[in-house]
């Protein structure tokens, strides 16, 4: 089945910026996702980008996708202590009859240190 | 105010006692799923469903069960629950069909965790 990767961890500090990054298999992906899981919450989607750009900036984030080798990273400059959290990778892709399948990666989580 | 929610939010039980897990979405989407999330593993789906009647098994599905009588509900059902079964459970809605410009985000509902003991 359709895989998207992300490392488990990630610690930075205050001020500094953050970088996760992800890996995915499907080359149909047409929409790909930055979600953010904050302690005791549930999941929100943070940004997205589609396939056929290479960069969104969104005020402090900036997704870069790299369609070629299927990598998608999440910048956030001036990381803040609010930032520490789950991020989620996922992509969706079709999955036939006008529908489509949402896979997501294990989560990095961001440790951000004062 | 769009919105998935679910109950009960936090609940101990021991092992053999049937459970149900409610959710519910305002938004009239055709997709509901169900995941649950363990430290290592991620989200994993259990089940979803494309439709009113329409369910089918995701990942995880043993020891599960669900039901789509009403668009809007998509309950989780334990018939027995078992310690291994204890976990963070999220469920999720989003419209059914793909839009070729619409990102189509998926709604996640604050999450149940459920202890079996």
């Known amino acids: 089945g359709e895989d998207v990767e992300q490392s488990l961890f990630l610690s930075v500090r205050e001020g500094d910026s953050s970088v996760i990054n992800c890996t995915y298999t499907?080359?149909?992906?047409?929409?790909l996702y930055w979600y953010k899981q904050e302690p005791g919450a549930g999941l929100q989607l943070l940004t997205y980008i589609f396939s056929n750009m290479d960069m969104k900036q969104d005020q402090r984030l900036t997704v870069l996708l790299n369609k070629k080798d299927k990598h998608l990273s999440l910048r956030i400059a001036d990381t803040q202590t609010g930032d520490s959290a789950i991020y989620f990778c996922?992509?969706?892709?079709?999955?036939?009859?006008?529908?489509?399948?949402?896979?997501f990666g294990k989560g990095t989580k961001l440790s951000v240190i004062p | 105010e769009a919105q998935v929610t679910q109950n009960p939010r936090y609940l101990i039980t021991v092992t053999g006692k049937k459970l149900t897990v409610t959710c519910s979405q305002n938004m009239n989407h055709e997709y509901m799923s169900w995941y649950r999330q363990d430290p290592g593993l991620g989200l994993r789906q259990i089940y979803y469903?494309?439709?009113?009647?329409?369910?089918d098994k995701g990942d995880v599905p043993e020891g599960y069960k669900v039901s789509r009588k009403e668009k809007r509900n998509f309950p989780l059902i334990l018939e027995s629950p078992s310690p291994n079964q204890t976990s963070l459970y999220f469920c999720?809605?989003?419209?059914?069909?793909?839009?070729?410009?619409?990102?189509?985000?998926?709604?996640f509902g604050p999450g149940t965790r459920l202890t079996v003991l």
């Open positions: 469903s494309m439709n009113v009647e329409v369910t």
């Open positions: 499907d080359s149909s992906s047409t929409y």
């Open positions: 996922a992509e969706s892709s079709p999955s036939g009859a006008g529908s489509y399948q949402l896979t």
């Open positions: 999720a809605s989003r419209p059914g069909l793909a839009g070729v410009f619409s990102y189509n985000e998926q709604f």
